[in-house]
């Protein structure tokens, strides 16, 4: 009977090849890489450590998150991680582009809360340039970055429970997101990347029926997120999974910069909504939730109770509406409507100098500021150095992801393998936060 018959290749009466043969001939294919999944390293009590990898490719690394993990048995006693290589440039861009430019690059830091990213860099140079956006533009933008921070929010919990075997969660949380993305389409035409605000405005008033959208989402949206809580919270496996799971107390989340959901569940008491209010967030009468156990079930329920209060000031944002413009009145930095452009000399003119390389905003020499505003994964900061054209000297952002992940590796060693899925979703991390 041949090998492919099922029968050994090796003759009867041959020994098999020792534990330190095969050690050597492993050795000999692996010796110039340091983590190789499938290496076994020797420890001082003369026990075996596997070292794996757990990512790139992998469901549950959602992008190109590197983990490489030392195991004894199914414990990891050591972990290290690599961020990836997206190689996107973000902050360099951002010295050959114009300052209106460059809002579409903010797009692809967190797809999938774009607008808070529009929102945060366009405060951050207005600030920079000493202008206020009118009234109006700044209750749209509120109404506009809540909805996206529920977007993100609830799509992150379908995914937490997909990345623990709740399929058909993750599957109701992408639909349920398609009700934001549905205003979002109505108001800029656009539904992941949305270059919406443009410095000192938005780039158009919404729609008549605006309101009729909004009003719409509000009735029809809270139930929807309470079947979502509904089917997780009285899931056991799932709460067995993240109960006691990937604890961070308070102090070690201050020492690290946690911030946003993941910073507020292990007791940090922050938001920059309410202790540096923008837009006038101090208008708006809202909760701050906060949950102290620090575990992945309390980074699971602070996201679904921010959902509820961002609905909160949604109602009172539109309760509150005012009318007017939603563009800052000085051309030399703001873009005029199109409209103008198309009948009057002077907004061509305006145009023409914002838009073309050389001629748009030029803050002053010298200036520097960091801006942050919460966005949906935490604090989002933008650090802007000018030299006096139109192009940033310097532009640092503080992407929250990245600090979010930095404790990562302490929070999965002493914990199993299948515990550092739970806890990575929990995380919620962006790879386009990652990479600068």
Not at 155 to 172: E, I, P, T, Y
Not at 234 to 250: E, P, Q
């Amino acid at each position: 009977m041949s090998p492919a018959q099922g029968k050994s290749s090796f003759k009867e009466g041959t020994p098999l090849p020792d534990a330190a043969t095969l050690d050597r001939e492993f050795d000999r294919g692996s010796r110039s890489q340091d983590h190789i999944a499938g290496i076994f390293e020797e420890s001082d009590d003369d026990s075996q450590k596997l070292v794996m990898n757990f990512g790139p490719q992998h469901p549950a690394t959602h992008g190109t998150l590197r983990n490489i993990f030392t195991l004894e048995g199914e414990t990891i006693v050591h972990a290290d991680v690599e961020i990836g290589f997206l190689h996107t440039g973000f902050e360099k861009l951002a010295e050959h582009m114009t300052y209106q430019q460059w809002v579409t690059v903010t797009d692809r830091m967190n797809y999938l809360s774009a607008i808070n990213n529009n929102v945060g860099f366009s405060v951050a140079v207005e600030k920079l340039l000493g202008i206020e956006v009118p009234p109006r533009c700044a209750a749209l933008r509120v109404i506009m970055s809540e909805l996206s921070r529920i977007a993100d929010h609830v799509l992150c919990v379908g995914l937490q429970g997909m990345d623990l075997g709740a399929f058909s969660v993750m599957l109701w949380a992408f639909e349920k997101r398609e009700l934001v993305y549905d205003i979002i389409e109505a108001i800029c035409g656009a539904r992941l990347t949305t270059s919406w605000t443009r410095i000192g405005g938005i780039m158009r008033d919404v729609p008549e029926f605006f309101p009729d959208l909004i009003y719409q989402f509000l009735d029809d949206f809270p139930p929807l997120v309470e079947e979502l809580h509904l089917m997780l919270r009285g899931n056991r496996i799932f709460i067995d999974r993240v109960k006691d799971v990937g604890i961070v107390d308070r102090e070690t989340a201050l020492s690290w910069g946690l911030s946003g959901p993941v910073g507020r569940s292990s007791g940090v008491d922050r938001d920059v909504r309410r202790d540096h209010p923008y837009l006038g967030y101090d208008k708006y009468d809202f909760k701050i939730p906060v949950q102290p156990e620090g575990d992945s079930l309390a980074r699971y329920m602070q996201r679904m109770e921010e959902i509820e209060q961002s609905l909160e000031i949604i109602r009172q944002a539109m309760a509150t509406l005012p009318e007017g413009e939603v563009v800052h009145d000085d051309f030399k930095t703001s873009l005029p409507k199109k409209h103008a452009v198309h009948t009057d000399m002077e907004s061509l003119i305006h145009h023409f100098k914002l838009v073309m390389l050389g001629h748009g905003i030029r803050p002053e020499p010298g200036a520097t500021i960091y801006v942050a505003t919460e966005a949906p994964c935490g604090e989002l900061g933008f650090f802007i150095a000018s030299d006096g054209t139109d192009t940033p000297a310097r532009i640092r952002i503080r992407p929250p992801s990245l600090y979010n992940f930095a404790i990562y590796p302490r929070m999965v060693e002493g914990g199993m393998v299948s515990d550092a899925i739970a806890i990575l979703s929990s995380i919620h991390v962006i790879a386009g936060e990652l990479d600068r």
